[in-house]
């Protein structure tokens, strides 16, 4: 089993930039791809960014390719996205999911997510 808690997510000015953080309880997250998903009020959950078991590659959504970089930490079983130039269209809850299996970008495809992180981003 692995508990997933984000934290980072606030209220910002466009032009911001913000990190989040997903941190892991329990099973270590070297052996889980990770991803992050948004989702809007009134949308579905939308795919950011995905990274293998021990980094080496990374994909991206082409709504936040190259203003999101996404990072891991497996000696601190720890995820990172960097968020940079936020626009109001970033607005959403920010979640992370783990999974053991490929390298998904569908929401289906991941077993464990966390409980969410408000970004709020005004204008």
């Known amino acids: 089993q692995v508990q997933l808690v984000e934290s980072g997510g606030g209220l910002v000015q466009t032009g911001a930039s913000l990190r989040l953080s997903c941190a892991a309880n329990?099973?270590?997250?070297?052996?889980?791809?990770m991803a992050w998903f948004r989702q809007a009020p009134g949308k579905e959950r939308e795919f950011l960014a995905s990274?293998?078991?021990?980094?080496?590659?990374?994909y991206y959504a082409d709504s936040v390719k190259g203003r999101f970089t996404l990072s891991r930490d497996n000696a601190k079983n720890t995820v990172y996205l960097q968020m940079n130039n936020l626009t109001p269209e970033d607005t959403a809850v920010y979640y992370c999911?783990?999974?053991?299996?490929?390298?998904?970008?569908?929401?289906?495809?991941?077993?464990?997510w966390g409980q969410g992180t408000q970004v709020t981003v005004s204008s």
């Open positions: 990274i293998t078991r021990a980094g080496g590659s990374t």
């Open positions: 329990g099973r270590t997250l070297s052996t889980n791809t």
């Open positions: 999911a783990a999974t053991m299996w490929g390298v998904p970008r569908t929401s289906s495809a991941y077993n464990y």
